[in-house]
């Protein structure tokens, strides 16, 4: 067991997972040292993530940990290179329809192009579905491009409604 900070309790990482990870992999929370772990490389497959300091990394890795009743991002690292190599979120929303219920929301599923094709999105995405069911969630969602579909069909999702968006024009985003 790391003495690393860790984002969340390793109790909320599902053992089949971690049964069914190619061997010299490990599926567990996100941890302090991600940083240099190349965490942030490895979400650059999904869009633009801008230059992060290590001081503005721990920023929002420690508000994500004081929130980690909400927040659960993992990571599956490459033990033998000590390197991150997928990456998932989980984002636990309170709401007052379903009697006071509880949504996970996946966001930011991400498996570095060298890594393709050893099931690694598959295992992110059983781990958040995981901790969403362990955490109490009535559901759990997530957006996708239309060429994601029969992936997140595999992982046991169904196509319901639409996705809509608006984005912040740069000049208003701080006000």
Known sequence: MS?????F???FISPQ???ALPEGYTVRPLRENDYERGFLKVL???TEVGTQTKEQWLERFNYFKQHNHEYFTIA????????VVAAGTIFVERKFVHNNGLVGHIEDIAVDGNQQGKKLGLRIIETLKYIGAKKG??????????KNI????????TQKEYEMAW????TKAHL
């Open 44 to 46: 650059e497959v999904l």
């Open 167 to 170: 984005y912040v024009p740069a």
């Open 3 to 7: 003495t690393e900070v860790a984002l």
């Open 137 to 146: 969630c009535y559901k759990v969602i997530l957006d996708c491009s239309a």
């Open 9 to 11: 309790e390793e109790s």
């Open 76 to 83: 599956i690292c490459d033990d033998r290179q000590n390197k």
């Open 150 to 157: 029969p992936f997140y069909e595999k992982c046991g999702f």
């Open 17 to 19: 997972v971690q049964a």
